[in-house]
């Protein structure tokens, strides 16, 4: 495996005391550069006549590189280690969310409208006309993040609190991209009866659930009956935000390429949440061909391994990963880490894209295929077209949510991926640039427009 790439999900702060003279910060820097580190900020903490006090910020490749780094500074004479600090554990003390009024209480007459006695004419009208429940409190703008844990990034089973810390992210994501109100619940069941029956009487405080981190097949289940019994979008964003986002990029893809999607042979290696939702949309937007992969290779009809989902995509070739990537023109992977080899993607059809998504070490690693691939995307954000998810969900639930959306269909993904893929035009559609960035601000408006005229059109907007 080639080595990763430095980054700030495994940075840390040095805090160091150095002589002061010439010449000693410069070895600092020379050990970390041979150490592999990458330097981020040099800060001043205190200087005196005889010593300096400095933190350095580092991005390694890992835990143990990191300490490899710190190691490294450790061995030069006269330097002083006072404190190593990691950067990631410092963001998330405490949590990252909190809960702010916006209106203050400065009052009696404050106090009087915004609680009882006032308070209890808004309940009233709400009561006699339900509508209003969206025009008088927070229902309109607030999002439930629902998970059980059992599927948390690429680490397993953790459990609701091992999974808080990715919800309170994902809260965050809302409020930034998409100005939402969203709020972490993470469910101490993986029962889908109870999680159903959990969510359906939270529902009346919010206007969407995002559904997070369920493992599959149960949260195929679990979306499906809660779609049905509630009158609010549901959105399963492991299912349908990498199925949009992979379309996107897709779209853009193939236009460097001069490949039809009609006439293209799609590998999708991964056959959990997010590769199903991704053959199902891929297939609504003009994929003719798609091979399904898992662990054991092919999803063939000649296995009798097969769930339900999965059969759906079973097709009569049979063999590995390998035999499904000969002559394919386009492998998505949702999947493991180095499952693919540079031999297989040579062998893959001419001009051929590969997007290499599994997360935190890609199924195969860009610096591999470089010179081979005619467009690569990963989901890391230290390469270039990253496949990330923010692209899709704070927008379509904005859109889904303004326009009262009373369910999500395949025809707002298939819009939101259109207008994803619209923000790059032709003039500027390049190997390295076929999707827009996750902090460009036309992403979310765009993406929220798309859905709620998709919305309209389906007959599932109520405003």
């Known amino acids: 495996m080639v ?38 900020a040099i800060d001043m903490v205190e200087r005196s006549r005889l010593s300096v006090v400095r933190n350095i910020a580092i991005d390694a490749a890992s835990t143990e590189h990191a300490e490899q780094v710190v190691s490294a500074i450790r061995e030069i004479d006269a330097i002083d280690v006072l404190e190593v600090r990691d950067r990631t554990f410092q963001l998330h003390q405490g949590g990252k969310l909190r809960v702010e009024a916006k209106i203050p209480l400065r009052s009696q007459d404050d106090l009087a409208m915004a609680y009882t006695p006032g308070v209890g004419r808004i309940c009233m009208e709400i009561a006699q006309h339900p509508e209003r429940v969206y025009d008088l409190t927070i229902k309109a703008n607030t999002v439930a993040i629902v998970t059980d844990g059992s599927a948390v990034l690429g680490l397993g089973n953790l459990g609701p609190a091992g999974a808080l810390p990715v919800m309170e992210g994902k809260a965050m994501l809302f409020k930034e991209f998409a100005g939402l109100d969203a709020f972490p619940i993470c469910l101490d069941t993986q029962d889908t009866d109870e999680i159903v029956e959990t969510v359906r009487r939270i529902a009346p405080v919010f206007g969407a659930v995002n559904l997070e981190d369920i493992s599959a097949p149960r949260c195929f289940e679990i979306e499906a009956r809660l779609q049905e019994a509630l009158d609010i979008p549901i959105f399963h964003d492991d299912q349908h935000g990498t199925a949009i986002v992979s379309l996107a990029a897709l779209t853009n893809a193939l236009k460097l390429v001069g490949k039809s999607i009609a006439d293209i042979r799609l590998v999708i290696n991964g056959a959990g949440a997010a590769g199903l939702a991704m053959a199902r949309l891929f297939q609504k937007a003009g994929v003719q061909q798609v091979t399904l992969c898992d662990s054991k290779g092919i999803v063939s009809r000649q296995r009798t391994d097969l769930s339900s989902a999965k059969q759906a995509f079973a097709v009569e070739m049979a063999g590995t990963l390998a035999d499904a990537l000969a002559h394919a023109d386009v492998f998505m992977g949702v999947s493991a880490p180095g499952v693919v080899t540079p031999d297989m993607v040579k062998a893959m059809a001419s001009d051929p894209i590969v997007f290499a998504m599994a997360n935190p070490v890609p199924e195969i690693q860009p610096e591999q295929v470089r010179g081979i ?54 003039s500027e559609l390049r190997p390295d640039q076929i999707i827009p960035s996750v902090f460009d601000p036309r992403v979310a408006p765009a993406v929220a427009a798309a859905v709620q005229a998709a919305a309209r059109e389906a007959g599932v907007a109520r405003q």
């Open 373 to 426: 691939v005619a467009v690569m995307a990963t989901g890391r954000s230290d390469y270039a077209n990253q496949i990330n998810n923010v692209l899709a969900f704070p927008g379509l639930l904005r859109g889904a949510i303004d326009c009262r959306a009373e369910s999500i269909t395949e025809s707002m993904f298939l819009q939101a991926a259109v207008a994803i893929a619209s923000l790059i035009p032709a």
């Open 3 to 40: 080595n990763l790439t430095p980054n700030p999900s495994f940075s840390v702060t040095v805090r160091l005391r150095l002589p002061n003279r010439a010449g000693m910060l410069a070895k600092v820097i020379q050990a970390v550069a041979q150490a592999g580190g990458n330097l981020d």
